[in-house]
T-cell receptor, first 111, second 113 residues
């Protein structure tokens, strides 16, 4: 099994729909992150969490919400999806001395 | 000026060539530097991690940091087709305690057999 698992891998949804992207990890790390990646813009931080009771906004949190259900689970929700949220979404974990471990990503298309 | 600048390429080289990938940064607080490799339709994976000026080698890869010039490089010797990927530099101000990395936009590399 992958260290960081994201579901679904691909999703097409309609404008205005609510959608949840899920992430689970087996690294045992406390820190978890959600990034989006767009061509020409690189990776941008949406939300991050240091533990179950700690949620923080990142650079581009508007239109998104998160839930840290357990140390190993961190989900990202789009309450009312819009086309400019079409992107590649990555979940990542980070250990105390380590770099990030990324999931394989969710390719989201909002039509 | 963006905090981290990275030439997006694309960069195309013949197999066996030496590849040089570079990033410049403006924030002198950055102390920890990383290189990630991202294959198509995959998440970035950590390639090199360093926190001091100078060179760090790992096989065919060498990471170089020049804090005085705010410039980091990744060299790939004897490049292989399997090195074809997007390479992202990343940096943070306090390493282990830092909550956030600042990424470059990535350089797409193609190694032609």
């Amino acid at each position: 099994d992958a260290d960081v698992t994201q579901t679904p891998r691909n999703r097409i949804t309609k404008t205005g729909k609510r959608i949840m992207l899920e992430c689970s990890q087996t690294k045992g790390h406390d820190r978890m992150y959600w990034y989006r990646q767009d061509p020409g813009l690189g990776l941008r931080l949406i939300y991050y969490s240091f533990d179950v009771k700690d949620i923080n906004k990142g650079e581009i949190s508007d239109g998104y919400s998160v839930s840290r259900q357990a140390q190993a689970k961190f989900s990202l929700s789009l309450e009312s999806a819009i086309p400019n949220q079409t992107a590649l979404y990555f979940c990542a974990t980070r250990g105390f001395e380590d770099g990030y471990t990324f999931g394989s990503g969710t390719r989201l298309t909002v039509v | 000026q963006k905090e981290v600048e990275q030439d997006p390429g694309p960069l195309s080289v013949p197999e066996g060539a030496i590849v040089s990938l570079n990033c410049t940064y403006s924030n002198s607080a950055f102390q920890y530097f990383m290189w990630y490799r991202q294959y198509s339709r995959k998440g970035p994976e950590l390639l090199m991690y360093t926190y001091s000026s100078g060179n760090k080698e790992d096989g065919r890869f060498t990471a170089q940091v020049d804090k005085s010039s705010k410039y980091i490089s990744l060299f790939i010797r004897d490049s292989q087709p399997s090195d074809s990927a997007t390479y992202l530099c990343a940096m943070s101000s306090s390493g282990a305690g830092s909550y956030q990395l600042t990424f470059g936009k990535g350089t797409k590399l193609s190694v032609i057999p």
